[in-house]
């Protein structure tokens, strides 16, 4: 199977401060992300906030160049002189449907303006045919077409965001906490929509999310990243049920669970997110990690393996 | 929730305008401050009555009665009703010239307010996008520019240019632009950092795109209220550099013009200081209550549901 998009390594950081007199800081925001999503699957892509999940989503969209690393985007590679090239092939929904849409333009508009730009030749009738027709996919209503967006709910605004996203026909959609803004209800009718859409269009999606629950219900593959560092990839089923990285684990003991289990072991991390400024050497996890040993202090585990976890002494 | 709530309280009602116009909604909170209602009624007095200044007008603004000059109101003794609001010392009627003076403090208002508002909004939006050393350098002339007193700068420059209505407005809309360019650059940093922009970049919109179809909208709500107020600042400005001799000169009947003619006469005539006085004085005050009235009603952080 092709790859839709493919990442080697990819990296990104920020100069931060740096007066007059002092050096500026480096965050080190992305470091040594590798993945690859296939058409028609969903690499979702989870952990706390601060640890890179959206400087990824940034990056894959070509809204910021990578400072190492490549990124393949259905065959081409995603450097800027050919992001305009790349517009169409990938698409964005964000996760506050209150600030992602723009105040002033009726939906109509909003769903033609990628069409506008990227397909200046259309015809504004076929455009806006395909528009409506968009519309209706999503699930609205046609007489929907000519409003403005603070005439529409959170669940309804996100429809928008995501017809908005497919309104050029893209291979690869990234989803920035698409749902965690909704309350819960809504979020099944969205996430149920994404999903019957990937089967119909058959969309690849990374799914950027801290909700287990809602990555359990929606994904392929999981990747889980600690302080800009992915720390452990594998399938839904091998991250899940069979967690290798002390981090993961950690995680999907504070997932609040359905069925009342007494015996389940709730792992409480201590310690703070270290900052990305001084990142320590070695495991990034080690200072907050219940079995963190000397080498885990001195040298960085690499991902490697079947169902790579970066540590030194993984579980299962 | 206030948007779902006038939505619903709409849609029903009234099936063929199912949208609550933007229109009404700003209606239903302006109405709401008396002041700025009645400075709205005051404004559109003083526009009607310098729109139809030829027609309302009893004598030419500069035609010179030499057998009436000084001549009082008609409510004190030797006062008539030939000349309601009575003469200056050339003889000239008061009222045709405070009627005439209508148009062209509507018409300096509006060409200071055209001409700072587009090179403000324009600077403003340059400002907003560009990289931070374009920012800094834009940014740092206009404090030079808000540091100086305005009124002085625009002495400055009318002396450079010569004393005229036409430079005078130029000089008040330079004088003015700052303050646009920093509301304008403001409005823009807020918007810059929200999702739809960044999905328009995703989209492929480019520069020009991004400023004007899709941020600039959204940032005119303060300008407009900015717009109003400065109306107002440009009356009185270019009714000051008349008074000083540096704006409109005579005989055109300009308010401040008026007033500068007619100062020698102040104790012996009070009416030829007074009414042009007035006349600045009422207009001025309807505009800004009428601005206030603006920045309540668009002001989105003001408004309750």
Known sequence: MNAVVSAEGLA???EVGGGLFSKPGVVKALSEATFQIEAGKTLAVVGES????????RLVTLIEEPTAGSLNIDGIEATPDNWDRLRSHVQIVFQDPYGSLNLRHRIGAILEEP??????????????????EMLELVGLRPEHFDRFPHMFSGGQRQRIAVARALMLEPKLLVLDEPVSALDLSIQSQVLNLL????????????????DLSVVRHVADDVAVMYLGRPVEFGTKEQVFSNPRHPYTKALLSATPSTEPNPDKMRIKLEGELPSPLAVPDGCPFAPRCWKAKTKCREQRPELMGEHPAACWYPEG | MADVSSSTNTTPTDAATARPGRFKEFWRYFKENRGAVIGFYVFVFFLIVAIFAPLLAPFDPSSQNRAATLVPPFWQSGGNWTYPLGTDPLGRDMLSRLIHGARYSFLVGTVVVILAATGGILTGLVAGFAPKWLDTIIMRIMDIILSIPSLLLALVLVAILGPSLLNAMIAIAIVLQPHYVRLTRAAVMTELSKDYVV??????????RLMFVTVLPNCLAPIIVQAALSFSNAILDVAAL?????????????WGTMLAEAREFIL???????FPGLAILVTVLAINLMGDGLRDALDPKLKRS
């Open chain 1, 115 to 132: 069409l506008k730009i990227n397909r200046p030749d259309m015809p504004a009738k076929e455009r806006q045919a395909k528009a409506r």
């Open chain 1, 12 to 14: 990104r950081h920020y």
């Open chain 2, 199 to 208: 999905s328009a970049k995703v989209a492929g919109a480019r520069l020009p």
């Open chain 2, 242 to 254: 008349g008074f000083l001799g540096m704006g409109a000169q005579p005989p055109t009947p300009e």
């Open chain 1, 195 to 210: 999903l019957d859409l990937q089967e119909r269009l058959d969309l690849a999606y990374l799914f950027i999310s801290h």
């Open chain 2, 268 to 274: 012996r005539a009070w009416w030829v200081v007074t």
């Open chain 1, 50 to 57: 601060g640890c890179g999940k959206s400087t990824l989503a």
